[in-house]
């Protein structure tokens, strides 16, 4: 990308940073990386789309600097986050490691971090690795961002404003600034704290910088797609998955959306550009995720249907592997732990459970390169701690492989998607759009979970008001040939009674060799305090 792109950097800083690629060049023993990943982003980028059979929401929206890591590296198909809620997905991404075996992490609010447990910044930081995080690592948690040393290692001089980068656009919009200049002051602000975490890089370190911007996560600017991006919601229809209502109300709510996934994709060309002029991306390794699915929508976050798990991930190792390839391999986020310690010749911790992908990385192979990886167990405790009466959980696992997505709920005749609280009845479109917890506490509150309770006794509005908000049967099975949006509930079809059987047990006797609560020893763990209660 040009340096002649209307959002970059100050034409000031050309000088100094032709000077610092000069000097300031570091070996290639140890590359440095560069983790950009995104709150709430699920498996949207344009790399996809070529990939999809079928119009899908992929179509809708450009991620070129995503896209150029996965032309120049890998894009993997079948990434999944451990946990669709973001403290025990970061949990089990930073441990490397089942989300239920980080203890209190294991939930979101409430959550406290066992310093027992070996986690990957702080093992490359010993290892003499430069490290540093910007906006968001492990949070809500005690201590904030506990696995990355607290906020020893937190660069956030230029501020903040990125992390609502709709919502400050517009305010600068308000003062006079052209959509072009609001975008790059918040630009700016990205490269500023980029600039003072290599800033304090001692001489002939590598470095490990994450960067984790929260932009993507609700709340966004309604309309903001259209104004700040030029994206169009009409150009969804017919786009959208079966168990979301194709109306305009929806597809301008995932357009908005889409617009902070372009925001976030932007600020990794400023990072990658950063890179390049100071002759160090070729000396650094690039992984771009998200921690799970769309917010406020059916089957995503909180969810293990792969709205809600199956998230975006490319990664770009430079001399590493043929250029371009698109694997299929199964991928649990928690392999990340080990990939980057291997990447930084750091031995990997026994205790960690995920297995890295360095091989993959080092391969020439497309399609399934590690014949062992054909499968990833997903879960979930509990998000939110007053969705349910008593902090209760929504204890579920699940078992996904490439034709099947088998999905055991442990607490059936609990509410998915929280208590419904007051019932979806004296509860307005204003409080639905902007209070979660006006109503099932599970489901972020937007436009989408508004039309869907404002819609409930329609004849158009209540299966997918049911669909989302009713209570599930303690199996759930999904043709995923048949029926990729996963809708149709198999479990009890007779046809499928020995591929349930089959996935049950493989599911549970995955959950027992790896020390899952639920399965084996004290299986009222999650249900109990610490984990329940007291927040």
């Not at 391999?329 to 026994?350: H, K, Q, R, W, Y």
């Amino acid at each position: 990308m040009s340096f002649s792109s209307c959002f970059h950097v100050p034409r000031i800083f050309l000088a100094l940073f032709a000077t610092v690629g000069l000097t300031n060049v570091y070996g290639a023993d140890r590359p440095n990386i560069l983790f950009a990943f995104a709150d709430d982003w699920g498996k949207f980028a344009s790399a996809y789309a070529d990939l999809e059979f079928e119009e899908t929401p992929n179509t809708a929206l450009q991620t070129r600097h995503f896209d150029r890591i996965a032309d120049e590296g890998v894009l993997f198909t079948n990434a999944f986050v451990n946990s669709p809620s973001c403290t025990p997905c970061r949990s089990a991404l930073l441990s490397g490691q089942y989300f239920f075996r980080t203890g209190r992490a294991a939930i979101l609010q409430g959550a406290v971090w066992d310093d027992s447990i070996p986690s990957f910044p702080l093992l490359l930081r010993d290892a003499g690795y430069h490290i540093g995080q910007t906006y968001k690592v492990w949070s809500p948690g005690s201590v904030k961002d506990a696995p990355f040393g607290g906020r020893n290692y937190e660069y956030e001089s230029a501020g903040t404003r990125f992390n609502q980068f709709s919502q400050n656009a517009e305010k600068l919009m308000e003062k006079g600034a052209s959509v072009l200049e609001a975008k790059r002051e918040l630009y700016d602000e990205v490269l500023g704290n980029f600039e003072s975490f290599l800033d304090a890089r001692p001489d002939g370190a590598p470095f490990f910088y994450w960067f984790g911007p929260t932009n993507v996560h609700r709340k966004w600017i309604r309309g903001s797609g259209k104004t700040l991006w030029g994206l169009e919601p009409d150009d969804l229809k017919g786009k959208l998955p079966d168990f979301l209502p194709d109306v305009h109300t929806v597809r301008e709510d995932m357009i908005d959306y889409f617009g902070e996934v372009m925001a976030f994709d932007t600020a990794l060309g400023v990072l990658l550009d950063r890179l390049a002029i100071a002759g160090e991306l070729d000396n650094t390794v690039v992984v771009v995720s998200g921690d799970h699915g769309i917010p406020g929508f059916t089957n995503a976050k909180t969810n293990l249907y792969d709205y809600g798990t199956n998230v975006a991930l490319a990664i770009r190792w430079p001399g590493k592997g043929n250029t371009g390839r698109v694997v299929t391999d199964f991928v649990n986020l928690m392999d990340l732990a080990p990939t980057f310690l291997e990447i930084g010749g750091v031995s990997i911790p026994d205790v960690m459970t995920g297995r890295s992908l360095a091989g993959i990385l080092s391969s020439n192979r497309e399609g399934r390169v590690e014949s062992s990886r054909h499968f990833v167990v997903t879960g979930r405790e509990r998000h939110v701690a007053k969705a349910r009466a008593g902090n209760l959980p929504y204890p579920h696992r699940a078992l996904r492989t490439d034709d099947f997505l088998y999905i055991r709920n442990f607490k059936p005749d609990r509410w998915p998607e929280g208590d419904p609280g007051k019932g979806a009845a004296a509860v307005d479109a204003h409080e639905l759009t902007n209070n979660t917890f006006a109503t099932f506490g599970d489901l972020d509150a937007s436009p989408t979970k508004a039309w869907l309770v404002l819609n409930k006794d329609t004849e158009f509005g209540r299966p997918y008001y049911d669909f989302a908000f009713g209570k599930r049967p303690g199996e759930e099975l999904y043709d995923l040939h048949a029926d990729p949006d996963q809708v149709v509930n198999l479990a009890s079809d007779p046809v499928y009674g020995a591929k349930r059987d089959e996935l049950r047990n493989r599911l549970l006797k995955l959950l027992e060799e790896n020390g899952d609560p639920r399965v084996t020893g004290d299986r009222m763990t999650f249900e109990r305090p610490p984990f329940v209660g007291g927040e």
